[in-house]
């Protein structure tokens, strides 16, 4: 079973790459795409907990680091997305699952990720936007996310939930 929650959680990654990187770029706003990987990543915390989350946070984070375009310092994502999954388990051990919690944990994830993502540009010299620039990113992202969650985190939760252990 172990294996098979490793191949979903791989597939499920696989196919927020392809959306975010191939398909959502023409439905851009100001340049701005959903993080679908972040999407993931989340729903897995949420699900799973903070370790499992933080491991394919990282390797989600360095796909989308290596995917093409692949404009910036490689790690940076995988940095974020680490943070964002670790954060988000917590939250789970903490809170109820509701659909306020939810979003909730969608929008400070976003908030968190994107955050690291453009302060690691900027202490690594790779900033591509000013600081008035990284808010308005910040936000936006943000908006793009919290937006997506219904359509997405259902989905993905209901996915990983039905591969999880039975629990005595």
């Given at each position: 079973m172990k294996a098979l929650r490793v191949a979903v959680?791989?597939?499920l990654v696989l196919v927020a790459l392809v959306l975010q990187v191939a398909v959502f770029p023409h439905l851009a706003?100001?340049?701005i795409v959903p993080n679908f990987c972040l999407l993931v990543v989340v729903a897995a915390a949420?699900?799973?907990g903070p370790?499992?989350?933080a491991?394919?946070?990282f390797f989600a984070g360095l796909a989308l680091d290596l995917a093409p375009p692949a404009d910036h310092v490689a790690g940076?994502?995988?940095l974020?997305?680490?943070v964002v999954g670790y954060v988000a388990g917590l939250m789970r051990q903490d809170t109820r699952s509701s659909a306020t919690t939810v979003v909730a944990t969608v929008a400070a994830s976003s908030f968190i990720g994107t955050s690291v993502y453009a302060l690691s540009g900027v202490i690594l010299g790779d900033a591509v936007a000013g600081s008035g620039d990284l808010v308005r990113v910040i936000l936006v992202a943000l908006l793009w996310d919290v937006l997506l969650t219904p359509l997405v985190l259902p989905a993905v939760m209901r996915l990983l939930t039905r591969l999880e252990p039975?629990?005595?």
């Amino acid at each position: 079973m172990k294996a098979l929650r490793v191949a979903v959680a791989a597939a499920l990654v696989l196919v927020a790459l392809v959306l975010q990187v191939a398909v959502f770029p023409h439905l851009a706003w100001d340049g701005i795409v959903p993080n679908f990987c972040l999407l993931v990543v989340v729903a897995a915390a949420l699900v799973r907990g903070p370790g499992f989350a933080a491991t394919l946070g990282f390797f989600a984070g360095l796909a989308l680091d290596l995917a093409p375009p692949a404009d910036h310092v490689a790690g940076r994502w995988a940095l974020a997305l680490v943070v964002v999954g670790y954060v988000a388990g917590l939250m789970r051990q903490d809170t109820r699952s509701s659909a306020t919690t939810v979003v909730a944990t969608v929008a400070a994830s976003s908030f968190i990720g994107t955050s690291v993502y453009a302060l690691s540009g900027v202490i690594l010299g790779d900033a591509v936007a000013g600081s008035g620039d990284l808010v308005r990113v910040i936000l936006v992202a943000l908006l793009w996310d919290v937006l997506l969650t219904p359509l997405v985190l259902p989905a993905v939760m209901r996915l990983l939930t039905r591969l999880e252990p039975a629990r005595a």
